[in-house]
């Protein structure tokens, strides 16, 4: 028994006297649910008894728990909501990390070693310099790595943070509706669920009203679970066993309803009221995280990398081995024929160096910079979309961005502003004259009609929630300021009802007045494209008002009110003319809405359903009052937004629940689309591809295939070869229901598409997670899209994708999401950038270290020396190449393929290109350099040659026989000028050749935005004054001149370290290869010459923008 069981045995004994029901037995009732093969979670709960939750739980199922019970008891006994905050890494043990590494445990051995054996030597005044500065490399090493996971760690904890706040969710205490954060959820709190919340514990219904809860969260199945209170759950369950008997079949699990709801599951309809049974870690949320939760793995682009990295590490490996054998070959050799003596403690220290040298060849081979850059790229980046409104979830989503070519869009709030005005109204003037009139002219109309008003002001009051609030504002004087609260579309007309003179709150006041009178409330839902309320009136009768869209209403209309509130029988005729209205607004972009009503019979039921689950009130004999035309305004700049797309090769198609008229309107306005036949109707579209099945076992809807891991269910198209032929010819699908929308992402990536989402509702989840990337509105998403979600758009904008991806866009700004896509392929252009650089580096520095070691037992650079170059080309690389910052020409050319490998053919040619150059001016220097460097001053000490004292004296410690060099003068005259020279050009050669990185398409401007890259620029200057500052006084610890450079030595330095710069407009000439170019996505067909118009409206409109912020 541990801890935890022994601490709730003991609480279990000592409060048993005040709660009835063990943690256990609540646990075994949601697993009953869970693990149910018919029933058995009723049968649980109807033997039991509804009422002893109450009496046991210590709670009132009318009011809740009282704010003057014992909470601690409750919370010892039974668990709290709040989730303990992970531990993190000390920075003590973030150092242990670097220090396991077998590169750099080799270094330290070595280091030591060099260390012990200098001090011990010949020259001990400065024989131990050269260990100490490898162990001194090697704490600084360790330094970097640290701080840099630290940071990282800390940026992922912010960014959880973010992540954790939840919406809050409304809970009965006192009697009273608080609004209160999940995390103080308690078990015995009774909890009001709303369409849209996540449900933040275990619990048993009371009460609810059409309520279905998406559980896909937990199982993966799409399917709504219908959910009701024990009383009517066992109702239905004795029908399905009745219809089972009489015709012999066995009834799914899910046709009975369930009363059990599970944690971390969300509303996708209807209201509920519950009472809480598990919270925190018992509850089914908390148990599954507490198996699900470990670090943070790496992100594709890093896999990818690390997987680079090792194959570039066993080149380096073999290239180490290669050097180490010919050294200890050529010291035996020399041994074995007498050309060398033994001599101690300094061939000893010979050896050492050898090896030293060896492995640090492999160290710099090694790139753990790629993952290391990867990590500064994202967190760079992560933080600079979130001020284009682009709040990252999950940061794959940054790097999966980039090679979106596909994005499926909503309508409402992303293409459009969300603002919705009403401009028309519809409504029937005489038995067949039916009329639609502009706003201007309702108020005289209904001035007129003043019956006809007040039903259709009844009708819309109660069949909306939306209102305006209307508050004092003290900054203001006191100064009356309104509110918009609810949905928009709702709110259009609400605010038609407000302009009547004297009614402003009249809409209030009815609502308030029926608040008691409600029988029933059918929510709605995209499958029915409509909601009902049923009302007790005044007069006793019942009335029913339906309010959705006019094509799902008036087919079930049988009669029509008109003005003079005459009600005449509709046929098909009027149905015609009726539609015919609605299409004349539609073709004017605007959205439709129709309401209707009827009077019920005294004994007519309200509760029954038809085989689809539907309300059987709103489909029949009811009396049609009028439709409604709502505009709502494309998003200013979604236009250039989508031209970006279009540019960039990525194909924009809208998914919207609106009719495709008004669909078709407002994608021509916007130019997705300009042909009609090229909008489809998602029950047609969902009819010919025939949805979703499991690819695995074939199967529509539920299968026993896994929801999660390696081997979980994969969704495919069920007639893919008709999705192949028509989703090309689909630029709007319309009248879609978040299944469609499923369907179509499903069949894209089944295609190859990499496919970014747009989605704000609970049912989107399914469609977000299967995206490739899931952009969730920031404002008008609720909860679970946006956990759904890898992306948040935190203003709505498209434009904000077009700069990222799985993202929360924080201004629901399709403007944001173009943003979103420029920032996907910066990040992969950074980390390009990177890999040009370091690549180049590794085989120059490897190729010299390798041939010097073997020809003169010499490297060109010493050990310290290396790994002073390797921090050069991976932490400060890392910071100035990988946080540039993207620009829109990353627009210009197609959409990163996921597949290819990510160097390039172009990239190729400069890295092999420049180290070609460096390498021959190096072996150059390595081996001439004596006729090359002058020395600038007569100075004996220097040079042991006064004939040629105009020159350095060679520095090679040997020469290609084997015999002495330099080697005697090396402990009188200190580290040669000669191999300062090799060692101070080859850092510039590095200097210079990040600025020729920063471009990697044969680009001829290789300086353009520098301006702007501040990091880049700080890098550059911190690198030169740290290797000047190393040059001058780095003397025997760096293995440089202890005299340091004259002016005039510098100066020939920094010329022969900007060569690769020029050499750069050499490889310009080579004729490119592997360079793609893409041309503007076709959409449009006919409309190419209103889309080249787009074009050149545009480019105006971009140089405008230029002018503008220049002045």
């Known amino acids: 028994m541990d801890k935890n069981d022994a601490s709730r045995t003991l609480v279990s004994a000592t409060t048993r006297r005040n709660f009835g029901n063990t943690v256990e037995s609540l646990i075994d009732l949601v697993e009953t649910y869970l693990k149910r093969d018919f029933s058995e979670d009723i049968d649980k709960l109807r033997k039991e008894g509804i009422e002893c939750y109450q009496e046991n739980l210590k709670t009132n199922f009318d009011k809740g728990l009282s704010s003057s019970d014992e909470f601690e008891s409750r919370i010892e006994f039974y668990g709290s909501n709040k989730k303990p905050e992970p531990e993190l890494d000390s920075f003590c043990k973030l150092c242990l990390e670097p220090l396991s590494d077998k590169i750099n445990i080799v270094l330290l051995i070595l280091g030591v070693a060099s260390l012990i054996i200098g001090a011990a030597g010949e020259h001990p005044e400065y024989g131990w310099v050269e260990g100490f500065a490898i162990l001194l490399v090697v704490f600084i090493i360790v330094m970097v790595s640290s701080t840099m996971n630290y940071s990282k760690q800390n940026k992922f904890r912010e960014l959880q943070q973010i992540h954790k706040n939840r919406a809050g969710i409304s809970i009965l205490r006192d009697g009273e509706k608080n609004f209160l954060h999940p995390e103080e959820v308690l078990v ?516 026993e295939c896994p929801r999660q891991g ?86 709505d904008n498209f434009g904000s994708i077009v700069k990222a991806a799985d993202i929360i866009l924080v201004d629901d700004n399709f403007g944001s999401i173009v943003k979103a896509a420029v920032w996907g392929r910066g990040i992969y252009d950074n980390i390009q950038k990177f890999i040009q650089f370091q690549l180049t580096v590794n085989v120059v520095a490897v190729i010299c270290a390798i041939v010097g070691a073997i020809t003169i037992q010499q490297s060109a650079l010493t050990a310290v020396q290396m790994l002073w170059v390797n921090m050069i080309m991976d932490s400060m690389a890392s910071l100035a190449l990988a946080t540039e910052e993207p620009t829109e020409e990353v627009l210009d050319r197609k959409p990163n393929d996921p597949n290819e490998f990510i160097a390039t053919p172009l990239m190729f040619k400069h890295i092999f290109g420049q180290a070609i150059c460096m390498i021959a001016l190096i072996f150059a220097f390595m081996y001439d350099g004596e006729n090359i460097f002058r020395e600038f001053e007569d100075n004996d000490k220097i040079c042991r040659n006064p004939d040629n004292h105009d020159f350095v004296c060679s520095g090679r410690l040997y020469k290609i026989d084997s015999g002495d060099d330099y080697k005697e003068f090396l402990y009188d005259l200190g580290p040669s000028r000669h191999f300062t020279y090799i060692f101070n050009i080859f850092v510039w050669f590095q200097i210079f050749n990040e600025f020729n990185a920063r471009r990697i398409r044969d680009e001829i401007n290789f300086l353009q935005g520098i301006t702007k890259s501040a990091m880049f620029i700080s890098v550059f200057f911190i690198t030169a004054a740290v290797q000047i500052l190393i040059v001058e006084v780095g003397s025997w610890a760096f293995f440089v001149s202890k005299y340091g450079m004259t002016v005039e030595q510098w100066f020939t330095c920094i010329a022969w370290g900007l060569v690769p710069i020029p050499f750069r407009f050499f490889l310009l000439l080579i004729p490119g290869f592997g360079k793609k170019k893409i041309k503007a996505l076709k959409v449009y067909n006919s409309f190419d010459k209103q889309y080249s118009w787009w074009k050149c409206k545009e480019k105006v409109f971009i140089k405008l923008q230029v002018l503008i912020s220049r002045s």
């Open 188 to 703: 015995g709190d009774i909890v009001m669920l709303a369409t849209g919340d996540i449900i933040p514990c275990d619990g048993i219904v009371l009460q609810s009203h059409s309520l279905l809860v998406n559980e896909a969260a937990l199982t993966g199945e799409n399917d709504l679970m219908h959910k009701e209170d024990l009383k009517h759950c066992n109702k239905i369950r004795r029908q399905m066993l009745k219809v089972a008997k009489e015709n012999d079949m066995t009834p799914n699990k899910h046709d009975i309803p369930s009363p059990i709801v599970i944690s971390g599951t969300s509303v996708a309809q209807g209201t509920a009221k519950i009472v809480s049974i598990a919270v925190g870690p018992n509850s089914k949320e908390g148990r599954i995280s507490e198996l699900a939760e470990q670090e943070v793995g790496n992100t594709p682009l890093e896999e990818k990398l690390d997987d680079v990295a090792d194959k570039i590490s066993l080149i380096g490996l073999g290239a180490g081995l290669f050097a180490l054998v010919g050294l200890y070959l050529r010291f035996f050799i020399r041994l074995g024929m007498e050309e060398y003596e033994w001599e101690g403690k300094s061939s000893i220290t010979e050896l050492i160096g050898y090896f030293l040298l060896a492995f640090t060849v492999i160290a710099v081979a090694i790139p753990e910079g790629l993952p290391l850059a990867v990590t500064i790229c994202l967190a760079y980046s992560v933080k600079k979309m979130q001020k284009d409104n682009n709040l990252v979830k999950k940061l794959p989503a940054c790097e999966t961005m980039g090679g979106v070519d596909m994005i499926c869009s909503d309508k409402t709030g992303t293409l459009t502003q969300n603002m919705m005005v009403l401009k028309r109204f519809g409504c029937f003037f005489g038995r067949n004259d039916i009329k639609a009139l502009d706003e201007e002219k309702l108020h005289k109309l209904f001035a007129r009609s003043h019956d006809f008003f007040n039903l259709l002001k009844e009708g819309v009051s109660l069949c909306t929630e939306a209102r305006v609030e209307a508050k004092e504002n003290p900054a203001d004087n006191g100064a009356i300021v309104e509110k918009d609260v609810g949905s928009q579309t709702e709110l259009a007309v609400i605010k038609m009802l407000r302009k009547i003179p004297d009614k402003n709150d009249d809409y209030l006041n009815i609502r308030k007045n029926f608040e008691e009178s409600i029988l029933k409330i059918n929510p709605f839902s995209s499958e029915r494209k409509k909601s009902s309320i049923i009302v007790e009136r005044p007069d006793g009768t019942k009335r029913v008002y339906v309010i959705g869209a006019p094509d799902f209403i008036i087919k079930h209309c049988s009669h029509g009110i008109d003005l003079e509130m005459n009600i005449h029988s509709v046929g098909e005729e009027e149905q015609l003319n009726f539609i015919g209205i609605q299409e004349d607004m539609a073709k004017f972009g605007l959205r439709t809405l129709s309401i209707a009503f009827r009077d019920l019979e005294s004994d007519e039921p309200i509760d029954e359903v038809n085989q689809k689950g539907h309300p059987v009130l709103e489909s029949k004999d009811l009396v049609v009052i009028g439709v409604f035309g709502i505009y709502d305004p494309p998003r200013p700049g979604v236009d250039i937004a989508i031209a970006k797309c279009n540019r960039a090769g990525i194909r924009v198609r809208m998914v919207t629940g609106d009719n495709a008229k008004t669909a078709e309107a407002i994608a021509h306005e916007i130019n997705i689309t300009s042909d009609f036949s090229r909008v489809m109707e998602g029950p047609k579209f969902n009819d010919l591809v025939g949805g979703v099945m499991c690819s695995e076992c074939t199967t529509e809807k539920v299968c």
């Open 710 to 795: 390696k081997d979980a269910r994969e969704d495919v198209v069920k007639n893919f070869e008709v999705f192949k032929e028509i989703i090309e010819s689909i630029d709007v699908l319309a009248r879609s229901a978040p299944e469609d929308k499923y369907t179509m992402v499903t069949g894209l990536k089944q295609m190859g598409h990499v496919v970014a989402v747009t989605g704000d509702g609970t049912n989107d989840a399914p469609a977000l997670r299967k995206a490739n990337v899931g952009f969730a509105m920031g404002i008008a998403g609720t909860e679970y899209a946006r956990q759904a979600a890898d992306i948040i758009l935190v203003d």
